[in-house]
């Protein structure tokens, strides 16, 4: 079985090496110009620029959701 790595997904480099294995059993690659690990096709999806600026937001909701639940029930 032979697999096409097209690119660094950070750089975009095509020089790009075998780099062991995840301990999932996964093919480790590693490109040579930036020095970036990955995998191909990762079980996690990257977090968008969009959650990141929604992300603390979402925290000050959750913590005076988890305030009003506490202060409601004394």
Known sequence: MTVEINS?????????????????GKQNYKC????????????WK???KEQQEASPELMVISLS?????????S
């Open 8 to 24: 660094c997904p950070n750089c975009g480099c095509e020089e790009v090496s075998r780099n062991g294995q995840t301990r999932h």
């Open 32 to 43: 040579r110009e930036c020095g970036r690990q990955f995998v191909l096709n990762p079980a």
């Open 46 to 48: 990257a977090i968008t």
């Open 65 to 73: 959701n988890q305030t009003s639940k506490l202060i409601r029930d």
